[in-house]
């Protein structure tokens, strides 16, 4: 075997299937996008090549792109300043759980695990006009001057989506954060509590750290997953109202094959490719961090 793992060309071969299918699978996708988009093709018919016409378009005449890649920033700042913190400390408080402790697990997860079009359905009844549930709960309780058209104005319609897609991802970052604090050695809490340390000092100063580690792989994945933003934002205004709440993924979408632009739509969708392994590149960078090992 060490003979075998030792011989280059044996590692090459072993290798081969998995990268040829990893080709045919991504890049050669990713390739034949970029080809297109240097068309003016509108998904059937002929086509004529353009160029880089419609990259310059993007860039300097449409104000939808930018407000789209805003609204991405915009959410995969919540994931990072407001839904990884709050997955953090209810990972801490788990974990204290005791009998208890599996059935919190569950709970917390449970959003995670439904059909996103089921939970983005329930949420779009709840923040209906007329007869949703928040609306009502503000009347009863006396606050109508609160009532609000919650998907129907530009603010308030970012707003929600953006609540609703924290609120559907907390369970994958709990878990992330709970695994990272369960593996944890329990000999560092008892030299720590030996030493007076309180249990705000144990996490802070012992668990938080050793959390590097997972912070970084979360962090990096809320954000990629922040610009891929497609199905609950598609299901619960498509884009609307007046392109408030388009996302990078819904605009290419909707310039593909709502308007039949679809040259201009793999122009899109290639920037996303570039913007995702960019972001990714230099988050990985800048939350590279040395971690001794445990103990």
């Known amino acids: 075997m060490h003979n075998i793992l030792g011989d280059r060309k044996t590692i090459f071969w072993l290798m081969a299937p998995g990268l040829l ?143 609703v897609c924290m609120w559907q991802g907390f369970g994958y970052a709990f878990l992330l954060y709970y695994a990272g604090v369960k593996g944890v050695p329990k000999d560092l809490y008892e030299a720590a509590m030996l030493d007076g340390a309180s249990g705000a000092q144990l996490n802070r100063r012992i668990v938080l750290p050793l959390l590097a580690p997972v912070l970084r792989v979360n962090v990096v994945l809320a954000i990629v997953s922040a610009f891929k933003q497609m199905e609950t934002v598609y299901l619960m205004t498509s884009g609307g109202p007046a392109n408030s709440t388009q996302f990078l993924s819904t605009y290419l979408y909707s310039k593909a094959f709502r308007e039949s632009l679809y040259g201009y739509g793999n122009a899109i969708s290639v920037l996303l490719v570039v913007i995702c392994l960019a972001v990714t590149l230099v988050l990985n960078r800048a939350l590279k961090r040395e971690v001794g090992e445990y103990g």
């Open 21 to 163: 299918l990893f080709s045919l699978m991504i890049f050669v996708p990713i390739a034949v996008s970029f080809y297109y988009s240097l068309t003016n093709w509108a998904g059937v018919g002929d086509y004529g090549m353009v160029g880089f016409r419609n990259y310059a378009d993007i860039f300097a005449s449409d104000p939808v792109f930018w407000k789209s890649l805003l609204n991405s920033v915009l959410l995969g700042l919540g994931f990072v300043l407001v839904q990884h913190p709050f997955a953090i400390l209810v990972a801490m408080l788990v974990q204290y759980g005791g009998r208890w402790e599996k059935l919190l697990r569950v709970c917390i997860f449970i959003p995670a695990i439904i059909s996103t079009f089921v939970t983005t359905k329930l949420w779009t009844s709840i923040f209906d006009t007329q007869f949703g549930l928040l609306n009502r709960l503000l009347d009863q309780v006396g606050l109508t001057s609160w009532q609000q058209d919650w998907l129907g104005q530009p603010h308030w319609a970012i707003a929600c989506i953006v609540f």
